[in-house]
């Protein structure tokens, strides 16, 4: 695997694995992954994904689900995992349709992380599945939180500097 970072961006080439790409894609802040096409393997189908995807909306809607469902049920990933990367790809309907299925355990503290990704994103959509999970905003708006949030370079723009 070759990597070559740049301030702004990440260039992977040869074969590359989806954690890699998963891992910069979700970091805070994002780390924009340029994928090689013709690479092989993981690079081969990312660039696929991405070429098929700029064709129609209905077909990138599934295409990013049967991405997603795949990686959740292949990678193993942690509820928490699965949830941060359904945020990254703003894919509220797939959070509510893969993610939170009946019975599922939450680590202490991971929907309050996911809430302030939500926030940090201005995802609305993902805000309110979290508030219709046993969020509360009561618990989760602490002074130091909202602090943090509003001292971030993540908050929001119109903020009183």
């Not at 954690?19 to 993981?42: F, I, M, N, S, W």
């Not at 618990?139 to 602090?147: Q, S």
């Not at 971030?152 to 009183?160: E, S």
């Amino acid at each position: 695997l070759h990597i070559l970072v740049h301030p702004s961006f990440v260039l992977l080439t040869r074969a590359v694995q989806i954690q890699y790409v998963l891992e910069y894609v979700t970091d805070t802040p994002p780390v924009p992954v340029v994928v090689c096409d013709g690479a092989g393997r993981a690079a081969d189908l990312i660039a696929f994904v991405h070429k098929y995807t700029s064709d129609s909306d209905e077909q990138a809607q599934e295409l990013d689900q049967t991405i997603l469902t795949a990686l959740f049920k292949t990678q193993h990933l942690s509820p928490p995992d699965q949830l941060s990367l359904a945020l990254t790809w703003n894919r509220v309907d797939i959070a509510r349709s893969e993610i939170f299925v009946y019975g599922q355990e939450w680590p202490l503290g991971a929907l309050d992380e996911a809430m302030m990704q939500a926030l940090e994103l201005d995802r609305i959509d993902f805000v309110k599945l979290l508030l219709e999970n046993s969020v509360s905003m009561k618990k989760f708006l602490t002074i130091p939180r909202l602090e943090d949030f509003y001292d971030t370079k993540h908050g929001p723009a119109n903020t009183l500097g």
